[in-house]
């Protein structure tokens, strides 16, 4: 510990300059006793030598060398000091400050006029010693919060590259193209809330006479809901590598059997329990569509009821229903059966587009989702559903939609003809 600093830190520099007969042989001692770290200068280049070298907080410098050198030398120290803080002290060999000139004053935070005493200066240094010491103590923390800074922005940085990963993964995962079908067409629209979203859909064949689909939404947003979308839409494969829970093996040709919708969301709400600390859960509708007669059977886990929009351009619920996956342990699903004739078209859909609010929260309703499914009966699938999708879009104004939003569409033309 020292007497100047009060902890334990290094004594603060003082250059002390003055001329070989000037008097200051006092003041160094007094400072040294003080408990400072002096450097002693004699001469202009010496005294900015030593400036530049040795960085000191305070510099004293002695009138006779500062009229020897001119204003020179304290234009040149003040523009050395222009990067650290600096206080600068002159001893002046009058009674009064004034006497030195507008001019050299300008250049000096203070003037110590003669008589000189050491106790005086000791106070004024003391006082900028805590000057400096708060101005390190500022400099040390922007120099941690800047430092921390860029640990958070290398983080941030990396965060958005694992972001942009989940998202192209989870983009790569919606049907880039659907199955050619005779006798059927599938049509989508997707309109995540942000990069990440929770929704998930896709179509895909499990023989030549059947095709699966499925939409789904994970409650939430962000990186979680999209991760568990991402691994959901994993396990709902086609490929028979992934494909256990969509198919079984059989002993009889063609060597496997199509697992109902029921069972397969029987055995997701066993392999994904509601996970009471994030309270995240998804509801999902998988369906399989017989090419051969229009039949399609389904279950539901808590989704949103399908709609079905006859050619003639009548709409109608279906049920649908169920406890979300994972809210009860060893719940049981129901299986439906819809006969599709030709002409129908079936909308599956998550509740983001019936629940798309106005500015004043106003909903796009089921209503409103109906009139729109109506009004597109006569347009091709594809325009229809992305008019569907437009509709409410235009309900919600220049905010947009406040969640992710899917829908998915089947129209059934008649059953294919048999080949051979």
């Given at each position: ?7 334990r ?8 300059a ?44 002695h ?11 304290g ?13 600068m ?49 500022l ?29 192209k ?59 568990l ?29 199509l697992?109902?919708?029921?069972a ?11 996970d ?18 229009g ?10 009821r ?75 699938l594809k ?38």
């Amino acid at each position: 510990m020292t007497a100047a600093t009060g902890g334990r830190r290094p004594p603060m520099k003082i250059l002390l300059a003055g001329s070989p007969g000037a008097n200051i042989g006092a003041f160094h001692q007094a400072l040294q006793g003080f408990g400072f770290e002096v450097v002693v200068t004699t001469t202009p280049a010496a005294t900015l030598t030593a400036f530049h070298v040795q960085r000191p907080p305070v510099v004293i410098l002695h009138a006779d060398l500062a009229a020897r050198a001119g204003q020179d030398l304290g234009h040149r120290l003040r523009e050395a000091a222009a990067d650290q803080p600096c206080f600068m002290v002159l001893l002046h060999e009058g009674e009064e400050a004034e006497s030195v000139g507008e001019a050299v004053l300008s250049l000096f935070d203070d003037v110590l006029c003669r008589p000189w005493k050491t106790i005086e200066l000791r106070a004024r240094l003391r006082t900028w010693e805590r000057v400096v010491r708060l101005q390190a103590d500022l400099q040390a923390g922007l120099d941690r919060l800047a430092a921390a800074n860029t640990l958070i922005l290398r983080a941030n940085d990396q965060m958005k590259k694992d972001l942009y990963a989940v998202a192209k993964i989870q983009t790569s995962l919606l049907p880039a193209t659907l199955p050619v079908l005779e006798g059927a067409e599938f049509a989508w629209a997707y309109r995540p809330r942000s990069e990440l979203a929770g929704d998930g859909l896709n179509v895909f064949r499990l023989d030549e006479h059947h095709v699966a689909c499925y939409i789904l939404d994970v409650s939430g947003q962000g990186t979680s809901a999209a991760l568990l979308s991402v691994s959901l839409s994993r396990l709902l494969s086609p490929f028979p590598a992934q494909s256990a829970l969509l198919k079984e093996l059989a002993a009889t040709p063609p060597g496997y059997l199509l697992r109902s919708p029921a069972a397969v969301l029987g055995d997701l709400n066993r392999d994904f329990p509601l996970d009471l600390a994030t309270k995240e859960f998804f509801t999902i509708l998988y369906g399989i569509l017989d090419l051969r007669n229009g039949l399609f059977t389904y279950a539901s886990a808590g989704h949103p009821r399908p709609v079905v929009v006859s050619g003639r351009g009548r709409c109608r619920l279906v049920p649908a229903g169920g406890f979300p996956i994972g809210f009860v342990e060893g719940a049981a699903f129901e299986a439906r059966k819809l006969r599709l004739q030709a002409g129908d078209r079936l909308f599956l859909f998550s509740d983001g587009l019936p629940d798309a609010m106005d500015a004043d929260r106003v909903p796009f309703s089921r209503e409103g989702m109906l009139r729109a499914m109506k009004a597109v009966a006569g347009l091709p699938l594809k325009q229809g559903v992305d008019r569907v999708l437009a509709a409410a879009e235009g309900w919600c104004g220049p905010g947009g939609f406040h969640d992710d939003v899917s829908l998915l569409a089947l129209e059934f033309r008649g059953p294919a003809a048999p080949r051979g």
